[in-house]
């Protein structure tokens, strides 16, 4: 993407964005890629660098991990691959291991579901392939720890053995002198040392001469001498001796383990720049994470429609020192591809020409951006930007001239595909011949048909905004009641500077803002008081809009409410209904099974007794119990309508009720916890906790 000046980027504050996406990458060719982030016109390329990061942030929304946890910068390593003859040590190769064994965690990572659902990321290793002959290389060499296994060579194994043994020896020879010594009183400490790599005795200083050995030292004090014993001498020369041999032909193995994994050299640097690009994506998911960073819909042709769309540095900031941010919605096509931006000083007409150059310029660098995802951006292939003071001393320029020469580029290289923004058009120069001047590059850039954002305080510019095809007017809004911005855009009306609002605001002597009212140009000052009007009576449109909203919105909710509360009565009475349904089958179904077990134990009865006569009364009582049981409430009821309960403690001659089978006697003994109750002339003998005092209701009562 070209653009112009060559301050563009950082006018648009494009290099905070990228020093962000730096300190989120960890790896050295993760920052880089940040640092070097370039601009793209390939509409393929850039929807797959955002599909990229739109994919790892969902992956860590759902919190599904991506194996690219190791941090890992092997520059040097791989750089002495390709050296011939170079040897890296056992920690480096160890690094190399985990270089592959991360890139088999990734591939293993894209199963068959991954490789669609994730095809954004998948794409960066269709290159290259796993090659699992690395690993065992090493393994064969190198331990866990990363030193070189004994069997890694049979000389090295056989040297090694050696080693062993002649250090067993050594001990064994040293532990015997040390012994001897100790018990002669020479040594100044019982623990053995090692100077100059051998293993030494420390003896006072006054007995050196009786130690035969060779001294290797003293200490600062020079109390204590430091000798290596005559029998361990030709001991440790063997060690050492054979040490030497053990270095060498670690070397000579780690050479032949370089050379065989320089083969891999070009696999290996693959495996590297693929961790760096992971790393460079997982940067810039994490940077969208920050500032609400979303995928929009892309678009072939030119154009921006953006949606709930928010600075992201301005979003951060606010974000920080918790206060709102206000986004902005609007649209630039074909039929409306200029928009000036007219309003109060400090309204946000720059901070809002800034938010859409760049949230483009991020996009086509490939980063995710803070609009609504229903949000359509195009690509576009330059951007100019004029904002601010430009007077150059270099070239002896004034501010409008530098202006001018700004404005003659833009004019001379614009066309379909160019992006461009003015802040400030015209200004710098006398206002008549400033705002002609303005009007003509403004239906110059129209007759191109590049898209710009335009911001201006010239009358002249917002007649014409709505007159000249391909110009629109927006405005900053104003709330005129509380004289403060509201950095709301408003687009498809001009907007009021509120010149005489702002000073009335600061407090400035009310006859002074009078005489300066009286000097302005009558049809000047009451088209600047028709458009404040406008702009008031919108915003009561838009707040009695959005209180209708509300209550449309709580309307709903109510409506919501009540049918789901009429759904649970519903279900609450199906469900008791239900209920009752069960309890009545589970009482008829528990009184046909007592009468089939009945039946049986009256079968097997008959078939044993000869009493036949009594088997079938015992069947006719049992088939005929629920006549039975109606003719027992029949007489109840009868018992309720002349018998009153009393309750209390029942005495011998008191009047009581059955409450089995509610007949009504005279209560004639009490033995232990029984009653006998005399029912007509037959005494029957009764549980107490059955019986109930009673006594004959009045007869007015029992008539009634």
């Known amino acids: 993407m070209k653009y112009f000046p060559d301050s563009a980027l950082m006018q648009l504050e494009f290099d905070k964005v990228q020093a962000l996406l730096q300190e989120h990458c960890k790896t050295e060719l993760g920052k880089q890629m940040a640092a070097e982030l370039r601009l793209h016109t390939h509409i393929d390329y850039v929807k797959t660098a955002l599909q990229q990061a739109h994919e790892y942030k969902q992956l860590t929304l759902l919190q599904e991990h991506f194996p690219n946890d190791y941090i890992l910068n092997l520059k040097n390593e791989l750089r002495l691959l390709g050296i011939q003859g170079a040897v890296l040590a056992g920690d480096q190769v160890m690094l190399l291991r985990k270089l592959a ?23 960066v290793i269709t290159h290259t392939h796993y090659e699992k002959k690395i690993v065992i290389l090493i393994d ?6 990363g030193q070189v296994r004994d069997n890694a060579s049979p000389e090295l194994e056989k040297i090694r053995m050696q080693l062993y043994r002649k250090r067993n020896e050594l001990r064994r020879a040293f532990d015997r002198a040390l012994s001897k010594l100790s018990k002669l009183g020479y040594l100044a400490d019982t623990e053995e040392a090692f100077l100059n790599g051998r293993r030494v005795l420390a003896v006072f200083a006054e007995n050196k001469r009786m130690v035969k050995g060779i001294l290797h030292g003293e200490s600062d004090t020079r109390r204590t001498a430091f000798v290596e014993p005559e029998e361990t001498i030709e001991l440790n020369n063997d060690v050492a001796s054979l040490e030497r041999e053990e270095n060498k032909e670690v070397y000579r193995i780690l050479r032949a383990l370089t050379a065989a994994l320089s083969q891999h050299a070009q696999l290996l640097n693959n495996y590297h720049d693929i961790l760096g690009i992971y790393d460079f994506i997982r940067g810039k998911a994490k940077l969208a994470l920050d500032m609400d960073g979303n995928y929009p819909m892309l678009s072939a042709t030119s154009q921006a429609h953006l949606v709930e769309a928010y600075h992201p540095l301005l979003l951060l900031y606010n974000r920080r020192n918790k206060k709102p941010t206000i986004p902005l919605n609007l649209t630039l096509d074909n039929d409306n591809h200029i928009l000036v931006i007219s309003g109060p000083n400090a ?21 995710l951006v803070p609009v609504h995802p229903s949000s359509q951006l195009g690509i576009f292939r330059q951007l100019m930007i004029h904002i601010g003071d430009t007077q150059s001393l270099e070239f002896e320029l004034s501010t409008y001239s530098s202006h001018l020469k700004n404005m003659k580029y833009f004019m001379e290289n614009a066309n379909g595909k160019t992006l461009f923004f003015i802040d400030e058009l015209g200004s710098g120069s006398d206002p008549n011949l400033g705002g002609a001047f303005a009007e003509v590059i403004m239906e ?11 911001t201006t305080h010239y009358l002249n510019l917002k007649v014409m905004a709505n007159k000249v095809k391909g110009i629109i007017n927006g405005a900053m809004g104003f709330d005129e009641q509380n004289l403060s911005p509201m950095y709301k855009l408003i687009v498809g009306k001009p907007g009021s500077s509120y010149t005489f609002s702002i000073a009335q605001r600061i407090g400035l002597n009310p006859a002074l803002i009078s005489r300066a009212k009286n000097l302005v140009d009558e049809g000047h000052f009451q088209l600047d008081k028709l ?6 009576d919108l915003q009561k449109v838009e707040s009695k809009e959005k209180e209708l909203q509300k209550l449309l919105k709580e309307n709903e909710r109510l409506k919501r409410e009540y049918e789901i509360l009429s759904d649970k009565e519903r279900k609450t009475q199906q469900v008791t209904v239900l209920k009752l349904q069960n309890q009545i089958k589970e009482e ?21 007794t000869e009493d036949k006569p009594k088997v079938l009364k015992q069947a006719e009582a049992l088939l005929f119990r629920k006549k039975e049981k109606q003719i027992n409430e029949r007489m109840e009821k009868k018992v309720q309508d002349k018998f009153l309960e009393i309750g209390g403690a029942c005495k011998v001659g008191d009047q009581v009720k059955i409450r089995s089978n509610g007949q009504v006697g005279k209560l004639l003994e009490i ?9 007509g002339n037959i005494p029957m003998n009764v549980p107490l906790t059955d019986l109930v005092l009673v006594k004959e209701r009045p007869k007015e009562e029992t008539a009634k």
């Open 101 to 123: 064994e991360s890139m088999h965690s990734i591939v293993r990572f894209f199963d068959h579901e991954r490789r669609i659902q994730y095809s954004g990321l998948f794409s």
């Open 140 to 145: 064969e060499i190198l331990d866990e720890s």
């Open 347 to 367: 309204g946000g007409k720059t901070v809002t020409l800034k938010t859409i150059g760049l949230i483009q310029l991020m996009l086509q660098a490939g980063l």
């Open 444 to 454: 110059e850039l129209a007759k191109k048909h590049a898209f710009g954002i335009v």
């Open 531 to 536: 458009l404040n009007k406008a702009e008031q």
């Open 588 to 608: 008829e179904l528990q009184y046909l099974k007592d009468m089939e077990r009945k039946m049986k134990q009256i079968v097997v009865e008959w078939k044993r």
């Open 671 to 679: 033995r232990d916890k029984r009653g006998i109750v005399k029912l």
